[in-house]
């Protein structure tokens, strides 16, 4: 494989997934690969799995976007394979 080049730690944070809009007042788009996105996994701020309570509206290979307007305002995370996010709903 390529060399491993140096990253700061935010890079790592979301070398191969990007979240967007963040923070959040409804809806966001998790954008990244199709092996990072095939395992997404969402946490609130105490570590429970809210995944299944969470209506996504849209998904393709590169794409999910998920509608988090039912969840009160907080810190969550969103997990991939290789990938944690904090993400901000206010």
Known sequence: GPPNK???P??????NLHIFPNPT???????GN???LESITIYNSIGQ????SIKQINANNTLIIMDLS?????????K??????????Q
């Open 6 to 8: 140096s990253c700061k």
């Open 10 to 15: 935010e890079d790592i944070e979301s070398a």
């Open 25 to 31: 007042d409804n809806k966001i788009t998790i954008n």
């Open 34 to 36: 199709d092996s990072e």
């Open 49 to 52: 799995d809210i995944t299944s």
């Open 70 to 78: 039912k969840l009160s305002d907080g810190v969550y995370y969103v």
């Open 80 to 89: 991939s394979k290789t990938t944690f996010i904090k993400v901000i709903k």
